[in-house]
T-cell receptor, first 113, second 111 residues
């Protein structure tokens, strides 16, 4: 069946470190790809959106690039800050079907000051 | 500003009791969703709705009902609550192809 995989459950970095969160997927349809971020005590919120047409999404210093060959869209940031500590979800959506929304299990990022 | 609100924010219920979680959105979105969030599982879809009067089963609907009496309101109902339904519940609204907007969540504990 359709699936999205985030292998890293938890990542601990120091401020100014480089962030890379891996996300791969398998679907029988062409998804729209999202990264959501969830801060403590809040609901998830959209961080960025990547379409297979433009292959890239950028927001708030974060970047995700779609790789068709490996069906992946990893999240990167050059220099993390303590305020980036949160849970990051890669998410698949279908532009033609509101029901098709698949969340990854999330990666908990902890940035040390 | 568009918003999704949930009530109550915290709820303690007894096993076998009835629980109703409420959600209101001012986004004027057609679609609304109920998720639960558990450690190790991320977010899982319970029910969703395409508009007033419609409810559809998501991936884990057993033990839950939903009600969409209006464009703005979407409720999740646990007729006979069980301890396994202890979780954090999120409501969201959205339209096809765009992001979902989430509420702040309801923490439910079933004793």
């Amino acid at each position: 069946g359709d699936s999205v995989t985030q292998m890293q459950g938890q990542v601990t970095l120091s401020e100014d470190d480089f962030l890379f969160i891996n996300c791969t997927y398998s679907t029988t349809w062409y998804p729209t790809l999202f990264w959501y971020v969830q801060y403590p005590g809040e609901g998830p919120q959209l961080l960025l959106k990547v379409t297979t047409a433009n292959n890239k999404g950028i927001s708030r210093g974060f970047e995700a690039t779609y790789d068709k060959r490996t069906t992946s869209f990893h999240l990167q940031k050059a220099s993390v800050q303590e305020s980036d500590s949160a849970v990051y979800y890669c998410v698949l959506g279908d532009d033609t079907n509101a029901y098709k929304v698949i969340f990854g299990k999330g990666t908990h990022l902890h940035v040390l000051p | 500003e568009a918003a999704v609100t949930q009530s109550p924010r915290n709820k303690v219920a007894v096993t076998g009791g009835k629980v109703t979680l409420s959600c209101n959105q001012t986004n004027n979105h057609n679609n609304m969703y109920w998720y639960r969030q558990d450690t190790g599982h991320g977010l899982r879809l319970i029910h969703y709705s395409y508009g007033a009067g419609s409810t559809e089963k998501g991936d884990i609907p057993d033990g839950y009902k939903a009600s969409r009496p209006s464009q703005e309101n979407f409720s999740l109902i646990l007729e006979l609550a069980t301890p396994s339904q202890t979780s954090v519940y999120f409501c969201a609204s959205g339209d096809v192809g765009i992001e979902q907007f989430f509420g702040p969540g309801t923490r439910l504990t079933v004793l």
